[in-house]
């Protein structure tokens, strides 16, 4: 076996469509015997592969799951890097110390495949050497691409021996960088398929439609041992179609993502059909503006890998469609498989459910940037063939599906000749789809202008950029460029708390016609693991990884949604709304369908007696694209002082994605009065007070401890990281533990009891620093177990970092139970991820106060707060606010099991030690939290520079 070599694999047949045919089949997954060698030196060869009938197995072989990694399968670990190779980079030589894992299988196949056959593997990483009955059928290259063996004539009817010697790092590691897990085996499906006489090798169908007349055509290219029949019928088409070409169809319905209309299409030949389903759809580029059916459209999208906690790369088809349904649930209308291409039938879902593909070749050279690109295979002559194999693969496998509509040479693979061949082979062979490289950064052989985390200055100056003239000593490649749309392929890097951000871009997107959209990075967090117990880069001894970089997803590792996601389904909605005065704006995002497809809801609620009424709005035909203003309905307009009206988009029917009734837009309008002060007011008794630091200890039956002034948060994955604006900085986490916000202390400055309030005077300063927040706090009893604490606090001295919140911080004696609070929910908010939630009543439980965040961070802030019941199993604590000079009155409310040091000092979800007490934080203000992973950091709007700030709070034990 030859892994050091440069070129494609090798003995396979030509690549071909992935063909839904009535030509047999059998599975050969299963339990594989299974042995694994330290490298391919001391990899035996004993007869295991040759079929020598004396061959005895030896202890060294056990059972195996195929498809599965078997480093899930208890043989060796996993590894993460992002884009450093675990190995000395020495192309196209793996590493000696390289697992060799030696498969075997015996298997009958019957008469069924007599008359021709393939053996197809549909995923080896990373490199194999198939054997049949003693005989070597060939090698395969690229992991997560096709390979299809010609065994007719090879294979037996009973008895078959299939050994495959599968090697971890091979010369196809260099071309297989992506930020995952390495991950090696036969992980996807191995199958035998009949080829039979009189059947259909291949087939190709680019379909078109033509908006300005509501024509389809079909273009047919089909590769038969007989003549082949094509059969639409829904649309009348029955004729002879084994010389292929172009096809009318008559007026069709298109194909989009947001109506996604198929069409059943059979192709007969003598001894075999295939079913193929056509979506009739156009995508093209005109003056700069990406256009599907002759209208302007947006990529609402995620990059998605395949990863399932327990199983790895290997898919499921609960797993597949459990994403797509999320994102469809969510307003997501596009995926980019990042970075390679998915399992085979994830098309045949974006095609049925309604998603833009942008397929991703299998390629990535990332860790040659370490050395400043020298040695890159991309633009290396001898890695060509490799290279071009790839993305031959890549579009033939998926080039009969509607879904897709971009093809990606790869990702983050530097610029070279290599991928400019890719290109070029490409648009000769599919000139009906577009083709995507993020790395070509003049854009010179691609059709889409790509870019990754692009700041919003530089996505707003591309959006414009086209409105003026050229300059007139503009380059060609300049020129092509500027005729190109633009797209984000990753944006908003949803890595812990966030990401931040979302609104900006969407209002940039919304705002440019040049914009198509972008793809938010990523779906998925790769953790290992089940049940909230998950692991990441170093958990496995690595001794090179990149830590906790692979938990960035918008969805956990088990389909937890978070934050974000619910974010980002507000920005990505198809109606926008917004409620006015007195009547209620909205904006049909859709790029085709009209409104008819939503009902809108209003509901008015006021704080005390919760809803008062609701009923339906009446939005009349909206077409595409437009803007309605409807006034209140007379029963609205008729109430008195409803505090807080919402007004909901649904889905008026059922669709494949989610049942009538499912939100998919959200608008609200809130005029919360302030609570009444109480009237009546006495000094506290000083027994509820410590002795020395002055702060409640008792309230009523309550123990706690509070309040001391906070700015610290327990650092964000975005606050370790410095934004890509500002990296000549430190990042947040470390200015702030610089300047000391998370070692303050506090000193009583001056106290008094007077008749009627307690006024203390105080301090905040961090250890080893002179700048301080002072505080005056004023207090009184109201009722038996009820004080007010009017609080004012005014920054001093020169704070030389923006702070992440100023709040006020309790901590009662007793573990928490729920939350229960008048204000934004029910999910988190902070300043610049604030979108999913809407104004009400909302209650948790205490498993719902945070996000299980795998690496443990700040989260949970409930915002827009003006009234939070604490329940722990010590009693209730509950907050109003009675004033606070905030913008609207409102402040932020966090309950966590956990202190802030424990949450930034622990690895794990899983290992976090709660203390049994309940850590509470009233804040009048919060820092955004930004992207700064990868991207911008908190925009300047949403940093929080040292500042005053008063509040008056109601405290009660109730
Ligand atoms: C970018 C990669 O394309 C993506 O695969 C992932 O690694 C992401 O970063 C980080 O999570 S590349 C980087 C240089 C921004």
């Not at 999320?326 to 307003?331: E, S, T």
């Not at 998603?355 to 890159?376: A, M, P, Q, S």
């Not at 001894?541 to 830590?547: A, I, K, L, Q, Y």
């Amino acid at each position: 076996m030859n892994i050091a070599r440069k070129g494609p694999g090798t003995g396979a047949r030509p690549p071909r469509a992935r063909l839904h045919s009535s030509a047999p089949r059998q599975s050969l997954n299963g339990t594989w015997r299974f042995r694994l060698s330290r490298g391919l030196a001391v990899a035996p060869e004993d007869g295991w592969n040759t079929g020598d009938a004396a061959w005895t197995e030896g202890d060294d072989w056990t059972g195996i799951t195929v498809p599965a990694h078997w480093v899930l399968e208890g043989h060796g670990k996993p590894a993460y890097t992002n884009t450093r190779f675990p190995f000395p980079i020495d192309p196209p030589n793996p590493p000696d110390e390289n697992p060799i894992g030696d498969y075997r299988l015996t298997f009958d196949a019957g008469a069924t495949f007599t008359d021709g056959a393939v053996l197809r593997f549909d995923g080896i990483e990373s490199a194999a050497e198939v054997w049949l009955n003693g005989e070597l059928l060939g090698e395969t290259r690229g992991s997560r691409l096709t390979h299809e063996f010609d065994v007719t004539g090879r294979l037996r009817e009973n008895g078959n021996l299939l050994a495959v010697r599968v090697a971890q790092f091979s010369d196809a590691s260099y071309l297989e960088d992506q930020d995952m897990w390495w991950m090696p085996g036969i992980f996807r499906d191995v199958e035998l398929v009949a080829t039979p006489a009189g059947g259909i090798w291949d087939v190709f169908t680019v379909t078109d439609y033509e908006a300005a007349d509501g024509t389809g055509t079909v273009d047919l290219f089909v590769e038969a041992s007989s003549a082949v029949r094509l059969r639409i019928p829904e649309l009348d088409v029955d004729l002879d179609a084994t010389d292929g070409g172009v096809i009318g169809v008559g007026v069709v319905e298109p194909w989009s993502a947001e109506n996604p209309r198929l069409y059943t299409a059979t192709l007969e030949a003598e001894n075999e059909t295939v079913t193929l389903e056509l979506g009739f759809r156009r995508i093209e580029v005109r003056d700069s503006v990406l256009l599907v059916n002759g209208e302007p459209i947006q990529f609402r999208g995620v990059n998605r890998h395949e990863h399932d906690p327990l199983r790895g790369r290997v898919a499921s088809p609960e797993r597949m469609r459990q994403d797509l349904l999320l994102m469809k649930q969510h307003n997501v209308n596009a995926v980019r498989t990042s970075h390679y291409p998915p399992h085979p039938d994830l098309l045949a879902l974006t095609d049925e459910l309604g998603l833009y593909v942008v397929l991703e070749c299998d390629l990535e050279t990332h860790g040659f940037e370490e050395i400043g690109w020298r040695l890159n295979p991309s633009a290396d002559p001898q890695w060509r063939d490799a290279y071009l194999d790839r993305m031959q693969r890549t579009v033939h496998r998926d080039k009969n599906h509607a879904s897709v509509v971009i093809w990606s040479l790869g990702n983050e693979a530097g610029t070279g000749t290599n991928l400019e061949a890719m290109a070029a082979w490409t648009r000769a062979f599919d000139p009906s789809r577009l083709i995507h490289y993020e790395g070509d950064w003049s854009s010179t052989y691609v059709d889409v202008y790509s870019r990754m985390y692009a700041s919003f200055e530089e996505v707003r100056s591309i959006g414009e950029e086209i409105a003026s003239p050229a300059p007139f000593d503009a380059t060609a490649a300049q020129l092509h460029r500027r005729s190109l749309p633009f797209m984000q392929c990753e944006y908003a890097h949803a890595m812990g708390n966030g990401p931040g951000g979302l609104q900006e871009y969407q209002e940039l997107f919304d705002q440019y016609p040049r914009l198509a959209g972008g793809f938010v990075w990523e779906w998925i967090e790769h953790g290992l693991g089940s049940d909230g117990v998950y692991s990441y880069g170093g958990d496995f001894g690595e001794d090179v990884h990149d830590s906790n970089f692979v938990i960035d997803g918008l969805v956990g590792p088990d389909r937890e949604v978070r934050p974000g996601l619910v974010a980002l389904a507000h920005w990505y909605s198809p109606a926008r709304i917004t409620v006015l005065d007195d009547a209620v704006r909205i904006e049909n995002r859709y790029a085709f369908a009209d409104l008819g497809g939503l009902t809108f809801t209003w509901t008015a609620i006021s704080a005390q007696d919760g809803e008062l009424d609701s009923g339906e709005l009446k939005t009349g035909p909206v077409a595409a694209g437009e803007v309605v203003v409807v006034p209140f309905p007379d029963e609205l307009a008729a109430l008195e002082l409803p505090e807080i009206v919402t007004v909901e988009a649904r889905l008026a029917h059922d669709t494949a994605w989610a049942g009538a009734g499912h939100v998919v837009g959200r608008g609200e309008r809130v005029w919360l009065n302030q609570a009444e002060e109480p009237v009546e007011a006495v000094a506290p008794a000083d027994d509820s007070f410590d002795a020395v630091s002055l702060r409640l200890r008792s309230l009523g039956g309550l123990r706690l401890d509070g309040p001391e002034v906070g700015i610290w948060r327990a650092p964000t994955d975005n606050d370790r990281y410095p934004g890509w604006d500002e990296r000549d900085l430190p990042p947040y986490a470390e200015r702030w533990h610089v300047a000391g916000l998370d070692r303050t202390r506090t000193r009583v400055v001056s106290s008094a009891w007077g008749e009627d309030a307690l006024r203390v005077t105080t301090r905040t300063a961090p250890a080893g620093r002179d700048f301080s927040v002072d505080g005056e706090f004023v207090w009184r009893r109201v009722a038996d177990k009820a004080l007010t604490v009017e609080v004012t606090l005014t920054p001093i001295g020169t704070w030389p970092v923006e702070w992440a919140r100023l709040g006020l911080d309790f901590v009662i004696d007793a573990a928490p139970r729920e939350l229960s609070w008048l204000g934004r929910g029910p999910g988190p908010s902070y300043p610049d991820l604030a979108a999913g939630g809407f104004t009400g009543r909302h209650t948790v439980a205490a498993g719902e106060l945070y996000t299980p965040h795998v690496k443990p961070q700040e989260s949970g802030a409930r915002a827009g707060v003006r009234e939070a019941s604490v329940v722990t199993d010590g009693g209730t604590l509950r907050v109003t606010v009675l004033s606070a000079d905030t913008p609207d009155g409102s402040v932020a409310v966090t309950v966590s099991p956990w202190s802030r040091k424990v949450l930034s000092t622990t690895a794990h979800h899983h290992e976090l030690e709660a203390d049994g007490r309940t850590h509470l934080s009233v804040d009048l203000f919060q820092s955004g939290v930004g992207t700064a992973t990868c991207g911008p950091g908190v925009l300047p709007r949403y940093r929080l520079a040292a500042r005053p700030g008063r509040v008056t709070l109601l405290l009660e034990e109730v």
